[in-house]
Nanobody, 128 residues
Framework: QLQLVESGGGLVQPGGSLRLSCTASGATLEDYGIGWFRQAPGKEREGVSC????????NYADSVKGRFTISRDYAKKTVYLQMNSLKPVDTAVYYC?????????????????????WGQGTQVTVSS
């Protein structure tokens, strides 16, 4: 059974950077599409980015384009989210999720609906 564990969250000043990791156990990640999602206090969860099983499809939410980069390391069974130029509005709990069919759709809400494995989340706080 695939299990996902997020790490790398923390407190950072505006303009700073963090790299989140989503590491698999119980199975490899190579067949799964992976998405990053976030939920701020009092707000609905939203899609941030995704990468397909092959790595050929990558998508970002408009709010993070040009600042965040998703990548995957098959050998380490890990998907990363490099977050640069962080803003206070990026403050949220960040979750990774896996899609058994390896997808990374243009519409991240679709991935959110079909993902069948979720991590427990990692807190990112952007504040001075």
């Amino acid at each position: 059974q695939l299990q996902l564990v997020e790490s790398g969250g923390g407190l950072v000043q505006p303009g700073g950077s963090l790299r989140l990791s989503c590491t698999a156990s119980g199975a490899t990640l190579e067949d799964y599409g992976i998405g990053w999602f976030r939920q701020a206090p009092g707000k609905e969860r939203e899609g941030v980015s995704c990468i397909s099983a092959t790595g050929r499809a990558i998508n970002y939410a408009d709010s993070v384009k040009g600042r965040f980069t998703i990548s995957r390391d098959y050998a380490k069974k890990t998907v990363y989210l490099q977050m640069n130029s962080l803003k206070p509005v990026d403050t949220a709990v960040y979750y990774c999720a896996a899609d058994t069919f390896g997808r990374c759709p243009d519409n991240l809400a679709v991935l959110e609906a079909v993902a069948d494995h979720w991590g427990q989340g990692t807190q990112v706080t952007v504040s001075s």
